[in-house]
């Protein structure tokens, strides 16, 4: 039997990723919208049918912000090679997720994704380990967004030589989106079914972690079902934001911040409630089954709508 290999911080924060590309074209990105649940409620309604149809033909429907986390997707398989890095990939959760939006994304585009190690945390029953990808549209080198990742790796703590637990982080402190959740009323409420059917969904853009389609994974993962992908209770929080407090203007939207607290269940119902601080929109997602909070976070916007 192979010997277990050592889990090494050094190495893994020293890891150096290849570069990879990342291409979608219009389709991709009104799969993704619907996988996400634009016009699942109203298949006529104006603010979100132009994610997924455009009368002046497909080159001209509109990406939704958050398509660009799928741009970090690719990591997924690179992060079970990093060298020193010894953890089990069916304990692995999403944990957090930032996304940087430096322009509006395109309808369809071919990007190079440059991505380094940018955080590892000891948290005793569990490391956290932080990717950073930049991508770039391939042809002109411009800068299109910064996704941050963080994984949950269940088991993997409990690694740190000295009596203070391992930290490393490549971004300075007022790089993290500190927020609290207000104690005030929310200043919008948005409510949405997920569909018994949105992980099958949702996976054809790109995650086809088994975690959230077969039930014997979700289950050694310690969950009754298969789960919804994070990036999707992600995606319809946003779509939330934009539908509330944008007026359906996804180009708004500067950046977005998420830390995933609970699994949800396909089928189950998400309540997103906003508030609004300075251009700041503070949120945070429960399940109304469960009267549970699932995710919370920040989105940043580039002004307030005139009309709110
Ligand atoms: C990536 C592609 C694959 C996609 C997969 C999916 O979509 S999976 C589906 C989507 N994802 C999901 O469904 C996951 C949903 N989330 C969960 O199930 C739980 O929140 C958990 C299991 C991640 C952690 O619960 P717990 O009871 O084990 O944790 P605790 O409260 O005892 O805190 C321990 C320490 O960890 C810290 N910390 C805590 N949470 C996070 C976080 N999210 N993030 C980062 N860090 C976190 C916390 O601050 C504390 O550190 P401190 O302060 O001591 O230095």
Same mark, same amino acid.
């Given at each position: 039997m192979a010997a277990?290999?050592?889990f090494d911080p050094q190495l893994i924060i020293s890891h150096k990723f290849p570069e990879s590309t990342y291409s979608y074209?219009?389709?991709?990105?009104?799969?993704?919208?619907?996988?996400i649940g634009a016009c699942s409620k109203d298949a006529l309604d104006n603010k979100e049918l132009k994610?997924?149809?455009?009368? +002046?033909?497909?080159?001209?429907?509109?990406?939704?912000?958050?398509? =660009? =986390?799928?741009?970090?997707?690719?990591l997924q398989s690179e992060i079970a090679k990093i060298p020193g890095l010894d953890f089990d990939p069916r304990l692995l959760l999403h944990g957090q997720q930032? $996304?940087?939006?430096?322009k509006p994304?395109?309808?369809?585009?071919?990007?190079l994704n440059k991505a380094t190690v940018a955080g590892l945390h000891d948290k005793g029953k569990a490391a956290v380990l932080e990717i950073e990808i930049l991508s770039y549209e391939k042809e002109s080198g411009v800068l299109l967004c910064m996704n941050r990742m963080a994984v949950y790796l269940r088991g993997a703590g409990g690694f740190s030589k000295s009596s203070q637990p391992y930290s490393f982080t490549k971004y300075s402190s007022n790089q993290t989106l500190a927020y609290k959740i207000p104690?005030?009323?929310?200043? =919008?409420?948005?409510? +949405?079914?997920?569909?018994s059917s949105q992980a099958l969904l949702y996976r054809?853009?790109? +995650?086809?972690?088994?975690? !959230?389609?077969?039930?014997?994974?979700?289950? $050694?993962?310690?969950?009754?079902?298969? $789960?919804? !992908?994070?990036?999707?209770?992600?995606?319809f929080a946003v779509r939330a934001i934009i539908k509330s407090i944008c007026r359906g203007e996804q180009k708004m939207i500067k950046n977005i911040s998420g830390r995933f607290l609970l699994h949800v269940y396909p089928g189950e119902t998400l309540i997103t409630e906003m508030w609004i601080e300075d251009l700041r929109v503070v949120y945070q997602v429960k399940v109304k089954e469960r009267n549970r909070a699932v995710l919370?976070?920040?989105?940043?916007?580039?002004?307030?709508?005139?009309?709110l």
């Open positions: 277990k290999s050592e074209t219009e389709r991709d990105a009104a799969l993704y919208a619907l996988g994610y997924v149809y455009h009368p +002046d033909g497909q080159q001209s429907v509109e990406v939704l912000p958050t398509f =660009a =986390a799928l741009f970090s997707m690719g930032y $996304i940087e939006m430096y994304l395109p309808s369809h585009g071919c990007l104690r005030s009323q929310p200043f =919008a409420v948005f409510e +949405d079914c997920t569909q054809l853009s790109g +995650d086809y972690n088994p975690l !959230h389609s077969d039930p014997m994974v979700a289950e $050694i993962a310690g969950f009754s079902r298969p $789960i919804l !992908h994070g990036l999707c209770t992600l995606g919370s976070g920040v989105v940043t916007l580039d002004r307030l709508s005139s009309s």
